[in-house]
Each structure stands twice: as structure tokens, then as C-alpha cells.
């Protein structure tokens, strides 16, 4: 479980360091807005990503770069919201992938897959 802890702690720090600089860029450049909007942006960004995908389901052509483009707004918008709401993500992401791997090992002694 070395990998794992190393991996939580990588995370913690750096999402924390990324979203701190993120923050300042955003409040030095863009208007600020209020966290029900950047929900509603994250949900219309993913929407979006769904689409592509959905296209793409159905065997239509879609370019790489959008798949990129989208996954990229998604984050954006992740991030603008999760500062407005004054979320921590680097702490919530571990937190949450610790819950995750707690589940797993339970279910894998159970020999069920997670
Ligand atoms: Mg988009």
C-alpha cells in the first residue's frame, strides 16, 4: 500500500498547490461568480463531454482534441467551483479515495470486484 499512501499524499499536496495558483490567476483575470454558477457551468461542461461520447457511440466522427477540449472544461469548471465553495479539493479527492479503497479491500475479501 506504499503506492497508494504515496499516491494520496502526491495528491493532496499537489491539487491543494494547483488550486491555490488556480484561484489567484482566476480572481486576477475572470469575474467572480458564485458557486451555483459554476455548478451549473461544470454540469453543462460535462454535458457537453457526454455528447461527444454519445456521438461517438453512435459511429460518428468525432476529433480526439474535443474529448481533450471537454475533459479540460470540466476541470476548469471543477476547480472554479470547488474554490468559490471554498472546497479543498486535494484533502476531498484523498478523503474520498481513501473511503474508496477501504470498500475495495472489503469487497475483495469477499472476492467480489469493487
Ligand atoms: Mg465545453
Not at 2 to 27: A, G, T
Not at 38 to 59: D, I, Q
Given at each position: ?19 491555490e495558483k488556480f484561484d489567484i490567476y482566476q480572481k486576477e483575470f ?85
Amino acid at each position: 500500500m506504499e503506492s497508494f499512501d504515496s499516491m494520496i499524499n502526491l495528491i493532496n499536496e499537489s491539487l491543494q498547490k494547483i488550486q491555490e495558483k488556480f484561484d489567484i490567476y482566476q480572481k486576477e483575470f475572470f469575474t467572480q461568480r458564485p458557486p451555483e454558477f459554476f455548478c451549473l457551468e461544470l454540469n453543462g461542461e460535462a454535458g457537453e463531454l457526454a455528447n461527444a461520447e454519445n456521438k461517438k457511440l453512435k459511429g460518428k466522427p468525432v476529433a480526439d482534441e474535443l474529448f481533450a477540449d471537454e475533459a479540460a472544461d470540466v476541470l476548469i469548471a471543477l476547480m472554479n467551483y470547488s474554490n468559490a465553495r471554498k472546497i479543498d479539493l486535494g484533502k476531498a479527492v484523498s478523503d474520498k479515495l481513501k473511503k474508496i479503497e477501504i470498500k475495495r479491500q472489503e469487497l475483495a475479501e469477499k472476492g467480489e470486484a469493487y
